[in-house]
């Protein structure tokens, strides 16, 4: 097991290093949700998936050009305060509203769609639910 994750963690770490020293040129938005590379983390923290150390993130709100406060997303069913549930591409996923954390454009690698006003209402809802 600790093997396992000491050769992930390498992993993610040449990925991190690759991220870091580039300069992208990337649009983002509100409500858009992106492959975003969010690692290899600790405990309960959600992580990322393939190569890349990726998994889909909405992008709740643009801090400056370059950052952004975030929710990762998952496919598995979840009930709960801490998540909502959202439909994009006729797929249903749900946000993790507890797993919120800001991240550096750099982290995006694809688009992968917008979220609908009615979806993104929701989650705003719930996220300001969740922090009261």
Request: net charge positive; proline share 2%.
């Amino acid at each position: 097991m600790i093997n396992d994750y000491t050769g992930k963690l390498k992993n993610w770490f040449k990925v991190k290093l690759n991220i870091g020293s580039q300069e992208k040129y990337i649009l983002f938005s509100e409500r858009e949700i992106w492959w975003c590379s969010i690692g290899i983390n600790v405990g309960e923290e959600q992580n990322g998936k393939n190569d890349l150390f990726n998994r889909p993130v909405l992008i709740f709100r643009k801090l400056t050009r370059n950052s952004f406060i975030g929710f990762p997303l998952t496919s598995k069913d979840k009930i709960g305060s801490w998540y909502a549930p959202i439909t994009l591409q006729g797929k249903t996923s749900n946000v993790l509203i507890h797993q919120v954390r800001i991240w550096d454009k750099r982290r995006l690698t694809n688009k992968i769609g917008q979220l609908d006003w009615n979806d993104f209402m929701e989650v705003k809802r719930r996220f300001i639910k969740f922090i009261s």
